[in-house]
């Protein structure tokens, strides 16, 4: 069975730092870009950051440039983001999305995933 676990989400004062996790099993991460989105209560979905199936390009949304890294290890077959300097309007439910290299544009449309983890919640508040 093919899945992405996200993990690492919580509760943050504004400024603090998280690092989330997303870790795939029941298939290798090698061939996969993977992206990194959020939902806000209220507010559609966004798209946060992707990173290529090597790892060497990325691709953030104006909205965290500067602030979060995306990165992987596949050979732990996870991809993380770190998100630094937090902000309030940061806080969502962020999910992580697979799709195959072969099948997708760069930067990958949302539509273009094939693979979605449940998310972890991401709250950033004093």
């Known amino acids: 069975q093919l899945q992405l676990v996200e993990s690492g989400g919580g509760l943050v004062q504004p400024g603090g730092s998280l690092r989330l996790s997303c870790a795939a099993s029941g298939f290798t991460l090698d061939y996969y870009v993977i992206g990194w989105f959020r939902q806000a209560p209220g507010k559609e979905r966004e798209g946060v950051s992707c990173i290529s199936s090597s790892g060497r390009s990325t691709n953030y949304a104006d909205s965290v440039k500067g602030r979060f890294t995306i990165s992987r290890d596949n050979a732990k077959n996870t991809v993380y983001l770190q998100m630094n300097s937090l902000k309030p309007e940061d806080t969502a439910i962020y999910y992580c999305?697979?799709?195959?290299?072969?099948?997708?544009?760069?930067?990958?449309?949302?539509?273009?995933?094939?693979?979605w983890g449940q998310g972890t919640q991401v709250t950033v508040s004093s």
């Open positions: 999305a697979a799709v195959h290299l072969l099948s997708s544009s760069w930067p990958p449309e949302v539509e273009e995933y094939d693979y």
